[in-house]
């Protein structure tokens, strides 16, 4: 029994358009649209290091973040970023003594 190209191709068409709109759970409009990356809260925290010194500024989490790079021997890279979520510094978790939640700053602390 031969089957043709066209009454494949018609039957793979049906398949792929019966699983689109009612094999699938998901609406079909969402597989057409990008997914928006979810929004990460930054922290605002002061990085304490080993030799007194300290930064300031908003990190996305108080660990390791996906993004992170750790390299042999225990050095890491990772982010300090201003208020807009732009990196402004790195840093490396193996001279971090500690990181510190503070209060954000207002107009007031400012001046």
């Not at 018609?10 to 928006?36: A, D, F, K, R």
Request: glycine share 8%; proline share 5%.
């Amino acid at each position: 029994m031969r089957v043709s190209k066209q009454k494949m191709l018609i039957s793979l068409l049906l398949m792929v358009l019966l699983g689109l709109t009612g094999g699938c759970t998901q609406n079909w409009q969402s597989l057409l649209t990008p997914s928006e990356p979810e929004v990460q809260p930054l922290i605002y925290v002061e990085i304490s290091f080993s030799d007194s010194d300290h930064i300031v500024g908003y990190v996305k989490t108080l660990g390791i973040e996906k993004d992170t790079r750790i390299f042999v021997g225990g050095s890491s890279v990772n982010y300090v970023y201003d208020i807009n979520g732009n990196p402004v510094a790195a840093f490396n978790y193996a001279r971090a003594n500690y990181i510190k939640i503070i209060p954000e700053p207002t107009v007031q602390n400012q001046q």
